[in-house]
């Protein structure tokens, strides 16, 4: 017997990364799981290489931002597999021209928050009836160690994971007595598409000097997190956010510098 046997997930933004690992995570232990993507072709490819290994998965289609759209991607997990137990709302925007605020752009602001944080409300207000009907579920948000810092860059990307923690709040507050469990994950630097066409190589080095454990995490490790919280093993764990970082955040940033400069200096 599998850890979820039986259980169906939806995981946005599931054909690359962090979502991707979850997908494949999820399959290993035992669940049917929608691979919900704006990039059809790429969920499609996941979804062939999950069934010729003999796990269940559809593909669906979906802009997370267009509601329309996240209704038909919940619809599809019930028509397909008749129930829905977990959703990961993973999908998100983090643009290169999100500075400081004087320069924003408020289309890009806009358009993060329509993705970033609409698009987890709209999974949510779709599943939770779902939940509701089979007697409960859970529900996962992939925030950011960013959310909870400020920075002198990605000011819409962070507003959006620090209002997506509240939304988990809301959610867990609202519907526990349901048996709906919302926690939202923080990653810190994760080795993924997005971060490798990000950072440059000296970046890259520069992060993994400041995570506290001697790699950067891949998204294996976030899957692991998200596979022990959706399993009854996490049924007393709600509304939290649990960093997954390497340490990064525990860390005084001046201190961080200061060894910086010093190791540099001997
Ligand atoms: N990688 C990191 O270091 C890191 C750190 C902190 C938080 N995160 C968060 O983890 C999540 C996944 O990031 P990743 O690094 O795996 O990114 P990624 O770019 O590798 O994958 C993101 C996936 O989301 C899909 N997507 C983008 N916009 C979408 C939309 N509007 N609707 C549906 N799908 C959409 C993309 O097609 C892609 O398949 C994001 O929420 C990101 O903010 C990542």
């Not at 979502?19 to 232990?29: A, F, M, Q, S, Y």
């Not at 066409?197 to 454990?213: D, H, T, V, W």
């Amino acid at each position: 017997m599998k850890r979820l046997d039986g259980k169906v997930a939806v995981i946005t933004g599931g054909a690359s990364g962090i979502g991707l690992g979850t997908v494949l995570r999820l399959v290993e232990d035992g669940a049917s799981v929608v691979v919900a993507d704006v990039n059809y072709e790429a969920a499609q490819q996941v979804v062939e290489d999950i069934t010729k290994d003999g796990g269940q998965a559809i593909a669906v289609k979906v802009d997370v931002s267009v509601e329309a759209e996240v209704k038909d991607m919940i619809e599809a997990a019930v028509k397909t597999y008749g129930r829905l137990d977990i959703l990961h709302n993973n999908a998100a925007w983090g643009p290169i021209n999100d500075k400081e605020i004087p320069d924003m752009d408020v289309e890009m602001w806009d358009r993060v928050m329509g993705i970033n944080l609409r698009g987890p409300m709209l999974g949510c207000k779709y599943a939770i009836p779902e939940m509701i009907k089979i007697g409960g579920g859970t529900i996962i948000n992939t925030a950011s160690a960013n959310g909870k810092v400020g920075d002198y860059e990605r000011t819409a990307y962070s507003a959006s994971k620090a209002g997506l923690m509240s939304l988990t709040r809301s959610v867990a507050t609202q519907h526990g007595k349901d048996n709906i469990r919302c926690n939202s994950i923080l990653p810190g630097l994760i080795l993924t598409p997005a971060t490798k066409r990000k950072f440059s190589k000296e970046l890259m080095e520069l992060m993994e000097e400041g995570n506290l454990l001697p790699s950067i995490g891949g998204p294996e490790d976030i899957a692991a997190l998200v596979s022990f919280l959706v399993s009854d093993e996490g049924k007393y764990i709600t509304g939290q956010e649990i960093n997954c970082d390497g340490g990064v955040l525990v860390r005084a940033g001046a201190g961080a510098i200061m060894k910086y400069v010093r190791d540099r200096q001997n």
